[in-house]
Nanobody
């Protein structure tokens, strides 16, 4: 079984920054795709950013230019650097990893942006 553990969420004022981390219990090379999703209150979970094993990156239009996804394969960790945060970025952020072992989710970390 694969475990994904997120960290780095918190409360920040609009315009501030946070960096989320997601550490996997398996090698990064076990996954074809890793990424971040978020769910705001009363809304469906949505994609934020993903990175493939070959380094291809996809970022949602709503966060493009503000959020950056990166991976450290030696640490089996994927990061989400979030800058210029807005109140609409508030939500629970979930780490996801997909590959031959299956499709796995972390428990989520809360990000709250105050205006």
């Amino acid at each position: 079984q694969v475990q994904l553990v997120e960290s780095g969420g918190g409360l920040v004022q609009a315009g501030g920054s946070l960096r989320l981390s997601c550490a996997a219990s398996k090698s990064a090379f076990s996954f074809n795709d890793r990424g971040w999703y978020r769910q705001a209150p009363g809304k469906q979970r949505e994609l934020v950013a993903t990175i493939t094993s070959s380094g291809t990156i996809m970022v949602a239009d709503s966060v493009k230019g503000r959020f950056t996804i990166s991976g450290d394969n030696a640490k089996n960790t994927v990061y989400l650097q979030m800058n210029n945060l807005k109140p609409e970025d508030t939500g629970v952020y979930y780490c996801n990893a997909k590959g031959g072992l299956g499709d796995f989710w972390g428990r989520g970390t809360q990000v709250t942006v105050s205006s």
